[in-house]
């Protein structure tokens, strides 16, 4: 569709929304019980108010960076969602194209429906993460993150918010599943449960997943790859200081786009807890209800590295393919630089804890 009308990411959120199919829009929209932390993710945002510094010379901006070492073009990249084939169908591989043009990283999730293989092989350039749900299954754990490394991933994601499924009440009333004509596409080739079941693979992928796992899990995972290894989900300072002590390189605020419990607090509200906990030893990013340039100016203000976005470039995809998830990253760059000019900004790297405030009540 002609996408020229849509200039910000809520204007292809709600594009989307109208277009996908009552199952996909539920299951990609949705939050955890009654979504209260899905609405503060957005909402918090906007009770941090900027204070810009005026008269600097922003003829020249800075937006690139690095994340473990690796460039990218600006602190935008692609949180990891699964199913992606359910908004367009070259799924992940248009996400991926889309980042691979533009230069930012994408993290590729376990319930993938395009393969690490077809994403290595297609788009070599692309800084490519995967992001791992540990198995019960050790062995098929051990065999995803070989997967992940021969496909030249630069680090392993792992997801530690997620001992159970949160309670996504439209998925129960719709009965999500994933449809025939569909996998997941990393555990095709594997010996697992999913090889004997034709038609709920969804809920049999869930069952799969280890609810025991403990921070000496990690510390397991570190020692079967040489792959840093990043802790998704962190909400507190005290857990970015249990990852580290257990071998993690970076930690990742999450709550898992408010689909886990419900009721935690908003992700820009714990960052500056989690970075002083980190204390400039590690890499700490974010993701969660990021829409807008100054909401990435916002986390970085804060101590974020680089902020992740899940539903926007979901959104795009179910719009207009690798050309909607593109745009979508572009507005969000493009929205970066014009608030960091706007605010004396120049540097990505650089950004003041003074540029932000909580908005004073009068
Ligand atoms: C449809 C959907 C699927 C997701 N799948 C995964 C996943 O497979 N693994 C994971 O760690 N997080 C997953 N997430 C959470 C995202 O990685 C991310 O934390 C969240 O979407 C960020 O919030 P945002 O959507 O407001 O940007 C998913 C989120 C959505 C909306
Ligand atoms: C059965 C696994 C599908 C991918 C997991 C998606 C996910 O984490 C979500 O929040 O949805």
């Not at 960076?65 to 992606?84: K, R, S, W, Y």
């Not at 970075?275 to 990021?290: C, I, S, T």
């Amino acid at each position: 569709m002609a996408t020229n009308s849509l200039v910000c990411v809520n204007d292809y959120e709600e594009q989307a929304l109208s277009l996908l199919d009552k199952r996909v829009r539920d299951y990609y929209s949705c939050g955890a019980d009654d979504g209260q932390t899905l609405s503060d993710n957005v909402a918090d945002f906007r009770r941090l108010r900027l204070r810009p510094r005026m008269m600097v010379d922003v003829s020249n901006i800075n937006m690139k960076t690095t994340l473990l070492g690796q460039e990218v073009a600006f602190p935008v990249c692609v949180a990891p969602t699964g199913i992606q084939k359910l908004a367009h169908p070259d799924g992940e591989l248009a996400t991926a194209r889309a980042s691979a043009s533009l230069g930012t990283c994408m993290c590729l999730s376990t319930g993938s429906t395009v393969s690490l293989g077809e994403l290595a092989e297609n788009l070599p350039e692309l800084l490519l993460w995967f992001q791992l749900y540990v198995c019960k299954d050790r062995d098929l754990t051990r065999q995803l993150v070989k997967q992940a490394e021969r496909a030249g991933c630069k680090a392993l994601v792992v997801t530690v918010d997620r001992p159970e499924q949160g309670t996504r009440r439209t998925s129960i009333t719709n009965k999500f599943s994933l449809p025939l004509h569909l996998s997941f596409k990393n555990l095709d080739s594997l010996k697992s449960p999913l090889q004997s079941s034709q038609n709920n693979k969804y809920a049999v992928l869930h069952t799969m997943f280890d609810n025991t796992l403990t921070w000496e899990d990690i510390q397991w995972l570190t020692t079967i790859t040489n792959l840093p290894v990043i802790a998704k989900g962190v909400l507190t300072g005290v857990d970015a200081v249990k990852a580290l002590e257990s071998g993690c390189k970076a930690i990742y605020v999450s709550n898992h786009g408010g689909r886990q419990l419900d009721g935690v607090c908003s992700t820009i509200s714990v960052l500056s807890e989690v970075v002083k906990a980190v204390n400039g030893r590690a890499e700490v990013y974010l993701d969660g209800g990021v829409r807008t340039g100054t909401d990435v100016l916002k986390a970085l203000a804060l101590g974020a590295r680089a902020v992740f976005v899940g539903r926007p470039p979901l959104y795009g995809l179910a719009v207009a393919g690798e050309e909607g998830a593109r745009n979508v990253l572009t507005i969000l760059r493009n929205e970066l630089k014009l608030a960091m000019q706007l605010s004396g900004v120049t540097d990505v790297q650089s950004v003041s804890r003074d540029l932000v405030t909580y908005r004073a009540s009068l």
